[in-house]
């Protein structure tokens, strides 16, 4: 059998331009050490070292106008991981200076995401160079028609199924679907995230946020604690961070920051609903939390700082990877009731912050792998909605949610070697690799 590190420093000769992709691999393999040496069968067709390798990835250029009239160039890409289970599944992200190496982590995690979900879905993920901040709807609108107009040849409900993610939200999706659908694809199921009313399952938008507070009740209540009165301190103020928020509120958590690029805004004795609907209220007219917090009883903003300074019992990294270094864990396990991580973004956590919280013994760490699931959890049901062509409605969503967060969790517990903490990282890459090995096995090279 290959070695963890012959194989990592082969991914690394063979993509040096992904470090995170390199730092994914290091933690899922260390994570299956002990499966893969059970199951010489799964070693022989190299089911890892296959899992890392892209099926296929798609590189475009984008051309489009700005309101100035002047031509505009990106790049776009579509890495489609692994379609073993299901169709290709994952979000399309839009940032400034987007690496296709951070793709290649993104899609990696996603296999593995997906799978825990236990739905019949691959995985994939895309994105573009652009940053829709601070354009404007039109400028947007052309993007996401130029974008979709090179895409459209590589997705469809059976093939590849893209989402939103960072940058792409509700405007976009619409934007991006509206071009596929005038190219002649007909099928709402190509795309998930869409609104309600055309395609769109209720609850798509929450579902991230949602789906990260019922994995994060089941863990708590595992350990015998209880989310009543818990200090959540949340980075991120984007979709996920928000609905969050929201449901920690409901669920009678306190909830002290969220976060952007330029600062944290805190509010110590915590934000109330009505703090949130102002903040979703005011974001939607392009407002940043900085220039919110004045409005805001009790909220202060602090330029430059990290949500990770106050006291709190829970911390909710929800906004991009690799935002939670070693210093900032160092910072949190100083607090004295610090003891739940519960990643809202994926791989947000520092392999030197994750060593540092296992270190510590006594803080329960939730992957985003299996605790973000949420979101492509109810992406799955919008797929099947849109096949069944019958409307869900809110109710149903929310119940199928909550049962599939509990489903993930019981797969992490079960499969983890360590139950005090459980050890959510090893379980959640073991339950997954156990769905994914046996397939491969089966279905045969190739
Ligand atoms: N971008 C989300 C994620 O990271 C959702 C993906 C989807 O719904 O396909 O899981």
Redesign the pocket.
Same mark, same amino acid.
């Given at each position: 059998m290959e070695t963890n590190a012959t194989l990592l420093s082969r991914v690394e000769r063979a993509h040096p331009d992904a470090p995170e992709l390199h730092q994914a691999v290091a933690e899922v393999a260390g994570a299956l050490g002990p499966i893969r040496h059970a199951h010489p069968e799964w070693q022989e067709v190299r089911v890892l070292e296959r899992l890392v390798e892209p099926d296929r990835i798609v590189s475009f250029r984008v051309v489009w106008e700005d309101d100035r009239g002047r031509l505009q160039l990106e790049r776009g890409y579509r890495v489609q991981q692994s379609n073993l289970l299901g169709p290709y599944?994952? *979000?399309l992200?839009f940032r400034d200076g987007l690496k296709l190496g951070t793709l290649r982590f993104?899609a990696f995690e996603?296999v593995f $995401?997906d799978a825990l979900t236990g739905l019949p879905l691959g995985g994939a $993920?895309g994105g573009a160079t652009f940053n829709p901040r601070g354009r404007s709807d039109r400028e947007i609108q052309r993007f996401c028609r130029a974008f979709m107009t090179q895409l459209h040849r590589h997705i469809g409900p059976s093939l590849d +199924?893209?989402?939103?993610?960072i940058g792409v939200g509700a405007r976009e999706l619409g934007y991006l679907y509206g071009t596929y659908r005038r190219l002649g694809g007909g099928e709402q199921g190509a795309l998930? *995230?869409k609104s309600v009313g055309w395609g769109g399952i209720p609850l798509r938008p929450e579902a991230?946020g949602y789906g990260l507070m019922y994995f994060l009740r089941a863990a708590i209540e595992q350990h015998d604690l209880s989310l009543a009165g818990l200090r959540c301190a949340i980075s991120g103020a984007g979709s996920v961070a928000i609905h969050a928020a929201r449901k920690l509120l409901a669920l009678d958590a306190q909830v002290i920051s969220l976060s952007n690029s330029d600062g944290t805004l805190f509010c110590p004795d915590g934000f109330t609903a009505s703090h949130l609907a102002d903040i979703i209220e005011r974001q939607g007219q392009g407002d940043r939390l900085d220039a919110i917090a004045p409005d805001l009883s009790g909220a202060e903003f602090r330029p430059g700082a990290k949500p990770w300074a106050e006291a709190c019992d829970v911390a909710l990294p929800c906004a991009t990877q690799n935002e939670v270094t070693e210093a900032d864990a160092e910072t949190l396990l100083r607090h004295d009731r610090f003891k739940v991580v519960a990643e809202g973004a =994926?791989m947000p956590c520092t392999a030197a912050a994750v060593a540092a919280f296992s270190a510590a013994r006594r803080v329960v760490y939730l992957p985003g792998k299996a605790a =973000?699931?949420g *979101? +492509?959890v +109810?992406?799955g049901l919008e797929m099947a909605m849109n096949a069944q062509r019958e409307p869900w409605t809110e109710a149903e969503v929310d119940e199928a949610l909550q049962e599939r967060m509990k489903f993930i969790h019981r797969a992490c517990v079960d499969n983890a070697s360590r139950r005090d903490p459980v050890d959510y990282a090893e379980g959640a890459n073991v339950a997954a690799f156990r769905r994914l090995a046996p397939a491969m096995l089966a279905q045969g090279w190739g």
């Open positions: 599944k994952g *979000g992200r993104l996603q $995401k $993920k +199924v893209p989402a939103g993610d998930t *995230g991230t =994926n =973000n699931a *979101g +492509v +109810v992406s």
